[in-house]
């Protein structure tokens, strides 16, 4: 391992505050059984059983195995945290269908084995086979880690040999590597539970192939019979496969495939200090968070490739912005924050996790978004399934899991990146240190942390000073040092000898904020988007009836910490803090006989009450928006 910090796992972290773990009990009490129920309802599991004959109806899709999976991996985070006796037989028995479809060989995919037996590995490009293979390796994984049970991890080993002896650089393998990334992010968590470095291995042969000439689509197109110039998407740049990884200057193609890619790029940096593939990370990082990223942690703006356009199409009713991409970013920030600590890696990822991931999951955990807009008419509503259901079991992990983003440890060095009430157990070089924090973040802006040592020991503490934070205050003990001044990259460093009962308390100051976008988002300018924490707040019908919410106009002269007023409201939408104000709307009685009307428009004051994004369309339908015109 070269990266300098390594991530806490979930399992030594415990969240017993008011925003995370109620939605971490939903997911475990109703979203996982939820999704399980419709992988088993829509013969997602019975698929493995091999009993679909050609003429039968719903054959096996190209992506099923991998909603299994995830579903596997998000029950098996679940049990890590929460033993359950009943949880854990169901997953024994779906492993057991699962390993019992493995062909003799090792391979594993259940299309290919009923709908397309003859076609394995003829069409990397266009189906899901090495996709599907790295969600069932991501499964495996998480189930060994959660459970001890060999009986998925074995299984997938055997897939991956199989795998390894199709595909390489070596004499008489196929060149090839996924249309859709994701297996070499699996291949490295494999590496990490077996330490068989062949694993991580064939992860850097299918990140170094990627995009290498003569193109191996075109190949394999031909190979099939297929013309490669008729591709469907045109272009290689749709599965960041136009030039190799390491030269790739613009974040391209589909959102999702993106982020899996960015993430096994950022895994084999981290665990050989691949500068160079580093650089490429960086460089991606910057075009996408600085040029293409959603206020909302959402990216991918279009619907026609599900991923991105270019620079600064933020279109906000129109925006795809997939759930899975917004997790994808999670992901990749939470990989690259690892290599030495750099806080704006965890200002993209609090970013997401607050807005842009969650609103794909209801607040009662039964329904999802695919695409979550930031704007809407009234039309565009959470759904209980999707016949692609890539989002549901994506979010179900990421939250299974979540305190595994909260912390980071090195030999003398504790991080926290994330503030949410309850306990981090971290093993520095010499000793076991815990940090138990009290606080009711993102609500409010005050942290306190008790650090408890093992013994007594010298270690810098670093306390992650959010980007959204223009003004702190922080003491150990009741005492200040100006030292603890100085922002380093997004964090402080607070280095001393720490003992039991060290108590520290840091304020973030935390106003209501207005946030205007680049001068190039058109169809932002002359806009503003409401922000407070890290929290981003939109309007909806429901709250502000009888307003049109496109007519509203914010005057930004006034502070928006002054116009809005924050109220935590313990029994809506699972408790949230509400924003209210006022605005002014068009009260022109006209406009149903006229397109256009002369200035001075007339206008009348309304209060404007504000949620946070994450939390709409859970009530009423109706329009929702996030940014406003201005006076
Ligand atoms: O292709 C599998 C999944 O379906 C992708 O990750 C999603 O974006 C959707 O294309
Ligand atoms: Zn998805």
Redesign the pocket.
Known sequence: MQAKLKAVPFTRVTIKDEFWAPRIETNRKVTIPTEYKMVEETGRIASFDLKWRAGDPNPPHI?WD?DVAKWIEAASYSLASYPDAALDSLLDTVIARIAKAQQPDGYLNTHYQQVEPDKRWTNLRDN?EL?CAGHLIEAAVAHFSATGKRSLLDAVCRYADHIASVFGAERGKKRGYPG?EEVELALVKLYHATNEARYLNLARYFIDERGQQPYYYDIEARERGDDPASFWARTYAYMQALVPVREQQEVTG????AMYLYSAMADIANETGDRELLSACERLWNDLCTRRMYLTGGIGPSASN?GFTTPYDLPDETAYA?T??AVGLVFWNHRMLQFEGSGKYADVMERALYNGTISGVSVDGRTFFYENPLASSGKHHRRAWFD?A??PPNIARMLASLGGYAYSEGDHDAWVHLYAQGVGKLQLADTEVSIEQTTRYPWDGTVKLQVSAERSSVFALHLRIPGWCQRYTVSVNGEHNPAWETVQDGYVAIKRQWVTGDAVELHLHMPVQYVVAHPKVQQMQGRVAIQRGPVVYCAESVDNQPVALGSILIKTSVAADAAFSATFRPGLLGGVTVLQGAASVDSSTTWDKALYQFLPQSRKQVGLTLIPYYAWDNREPGEMRVWFRTE
């Open positions: 992506f991998s899901h996709y859709h589909h959102a999702v495939r599900e997939e899975c991409a692609c890539c989002c």
